[in-house]
């Protein structure tokens, strides 16, 4: 499973994100017992700012919550994603200077006033989930996002299982922005929520692989007395995945990928701190938007 953390370390100066984390973020209110709040779902095409609804063509979608309060009339929005970009989570940077490589991948929940009908509307989705209470549920709620987002700080793109068979064995699970909707929900039916009886789905990018082999964390392969030869086998690896400054750079380090994953069978995976590798196998990566159903509420709280 993802790993928790007893706290999120600072983010070092190297990292620097295109576009800034959470702009407009602000702290999530108090919500009145009285108050009714409604509970939106919200999807749209990630970059849909800057590409539209290409990457919805692919399922390639970005999840959300809106809330909206009956006593005051405010909407909010609440997502969770990288703190510098997708890129920086999915691989790493090979600094000069540096044995290991360097990861910027933090992820983050962003809570701020107001929600884009447009943008969610547009080529996504805005439906009414839920109705909740102002105090028992959605103050509780509020307290439990902090936990979440104070011990769940990292952000990791794939799920990797043995097949593509619905009930084949997963080995890694991913943790981006629909898994924390998926728990808020959660979290919501288990404080009473009663959801709507509606189809929500969600896209995974999933890497298929044999059974993964456990290699060390960044000390004892990259330390004074680690593996040299496995070191630098895992910085060939993420060498070609790189940023490219021009086109015939990328299709270089496109052959050099599709040589060391598809025909040798070969990816490195970093999850929880620590290097995994995976013995690929056919069909090898797939995007999939697959249905997983709005939560029933539990007797055993969620989370905390």
């Not at 011990?151 to 981006?176: H, L």
Request: net charge neutral; aromatic share 18%; glycine share 6%.
């Amino acid at each position: 499973p993802h790993r928790r953390f007893d706290y999120r370390p600072k983010t070092d100066p190297y990292c620097q994100a295109r576009y800034t984390f959470c702009p407009t973020g602000s702290a999530i209110p108090v919500m009145k017992e009285e108050d009714l709040i409604e509970v939106y779902r919200l999807q749209a095409p990630v970059w849909e700012f800057k590409y539209g609804d290409l990457l919805g063509h692919l399922k390639i979608m970005h999840d959300a919550v809106g809330f909206k309060s009956s006593l005051t009339g405010k909407n909010y929005t609440m997502e969770w994603y990288e703190l510098f970009q997708l890129g920086n989570c999915t691989f790493p940077h090979l600094r000069p200077g540096m044995d290991a490589p360097f990861w910027c991948n933090q992820g983050a929940a962003c809570f701020y006033e107001g929600i884009d009908d447009a943008h969610w509307k547009e080529n996504g989705t805005l439906v009414l989930v839920t109705t909740i209470s102002g105090r028992s549920m959605f103050n509780e709620m509020a307290k439990w996002v902090k936990y979440d987002n104070d011990t769940g700080i990292y952000y990791e793109t794939w799920r990797v299982q043995a097949s593509p068979d619905k009930q084949s064995t997963v080995w890694f699970d991913s943790y981006e922005c629909s898994k924390f909707i998926l728990r808020t929900y959660q979290k919501l039916a288990d404080l009473g929520a009663v959801f709507k009886k509606i189809q929500t789905n969600y896209t995974s990018i999933i890497l298929f692989s044999g059974e993964p082999i456990y290699l060390g964390n960044e000390t004892s392969i990259f330390g004074p007395l680690g593996n040299k030869t496995l070191a630098a086998a895992i910085r060939d690896f993420y060498y070609p995945f790189k940023p490219h400054r021009t086109i015939g750079e990328f299709f270089v380090d496109l052959l050099k990928i599709i040589d060391r994953v598809i025909l040798n069978h070969q990816f490195y995976l970093f999850y929880n701190l620590e290097y995994w590798f995976l013995p690929m196998k056919f069909p090898y990566l797939k995007i999939i938007y697959e249905e997983v159903p709005l939560p029933v509420g539990s007797k055993t709280s969620f989370g905390v």
